[in-house]
């Protein structure tokens, strides 16, 4: 950093040192300090193309959607780098829910690079969020050869296994087969992914998986058929595989579109889980058990968009006849004994190293009799298990949540409430409470 503004002190329009220090800016989450460098840039030269592309990425970084499509949209009127500003303008159209206008800006930029993964994948979660499966998971391959995502795919995917990758298009392809599935990505997103592999074993395949460890008890539970390790027991023998395929690339093989979808649960904790719960939770002392998650995802996952604090879901808290349970991750305690200061029914509080475990937490929710969350993976284990999940969505939600609509293609039993502008909770939690206010009376 020191060097590229030593070069912009004595250059203050040299392209590549404002390309590069934006770069290290922007990875380091520190969007204001990349912003003040593309305007002090724009300032001596207006139509500067990698400070007007560094001026959006820094505005998209601060959720300043519209002005970030406004200087990607300057890149391309000055002449500037046209594939890395389109898309760009495909991600900030996409933020602010202009789908149809993403996939404009981004069937640009695949015309221009046909090959380059970058715009494929974007275009990948814009088709997704649209319900165009087909061509979705098409482009979704393009995330295997992108280098930025393998990074962050989960660690099973990565530089070294990625070479390992059978390709194929065809599921009579893997009849028969002896097929190694690797995890990929998030836990909700192996458990989305898992609801593929009943699929794999209709067609009488072999299937084995290495998926996150605190995955393997649950989904053996679950899939008895099937054979599931933890990626630090795992020891890959080619000889003992005919195919390997990520857990991502199902969908293109089992969902083409939106009819494919069974939504039918086909997780279930193991028998010694649920009994334990149903011990440890005792008798009922209200009609309506209700599990609680409100936070979700992590700050390079808009954290900030899809969580709110416990105080906040008081419309729902508030309701008489209801047994509350904390499902959130992570240390909680604190902020949970603040929320029960005073109430004549507080909400319950387990041990976090008690749910950490996929099962445990799986046995828990089997428990319950709905879950209100936000996005995050208890959404989706709570969907897998059938169980109705109530689901506080933001304004622009993550494609596996699709753009619009109450309901997602996965799981049945999950109901989602969006907002209706971006932040504004309250709207949604008022629909929320009266959706278990209509449970209690039923």
Known sequence: MAAFRAALAADPVQPLAVRNLGVLLIERARFDEALGVADAALAHAPGHGEALLLRGEGLAGLARHAEAAQAYEAVLAAGGPAYEALCQLGLARSAMGRHDEALEALDAAVALRPEDALARHRRAIVRLQLRDFA??????????????????????????????????????ALAGKRVLLLGEQGVGDQIMF???????????????????????????????????????????????????????????????????????????????????????????????????????????????????????????????????????????????????????QPIRI??????????????????????????????????ALGRTCLTLIPHVAEWRYTAAGPAMPWYRSVRLFRQAAPGDWAPVLAEVAAAVAARLES
């Open 135 to 172: 061509g979705g998971w098409a482009d979704y391959e393009a995330r295997l050869d992108l280098k930025r995502f393998l990074p962050v795919a989960g660690g099973i995917v990565n530089a070294r296994t990625r070479p390992l990758l059978t390709p194929t298009t065809r599921p009579d």
């Open 194 to 344: 898992a609801s593929m592999i009943p699929d794999l074993v209709r067609l009488g395949a072999r299937v084995g998986c290495v998926c996150d460890p605190r995955l393997v008890g649950l989904f053996a539970a679950s899939f008895p058929q099937a054979g599931f390790v933890g990626p630090e027991a795992a020891r890959l023998d080619l000889s003992a595989v005919d195919a390997v395929l990520a857990m991502g690339s199902l969908g293109g093989l089992f969902r083409p579109d939106a009819a494919a979808f069974p939504g039918s649960p086909y997780l279930r904790p193991s028998p010694a889980s649920e009994a334990r719960w149903a011990q440890r939770l005792g008798p009922r002392t209200a009609r309506l058990r209700v599990g609680l998650s409100w936070r979700g995802g992590s700050p390079n996952t808009r954290q900030d968009q899809r969580s709110l604090s416990l105080g906040a879901l008081g419309p729902v808290l508030d309701l008489p006849g209801c047994e509350f349970v904390s499902l959130q991750y992570g240390d909680v305690e604190s902020e949970v004994a603040a929320a029960n200061h005073g109430r004549a």
């Open 350 to 383: 387990f041990p976090a190293a008690d749910i950490d475990d996929f099962d445990d937490l799986a046995g828990l929710v089997a428990n319950l009799d709905l879950v209100v969350s936000v996005q995050t993976t208890l959404v989706h284990l709570t969907g």
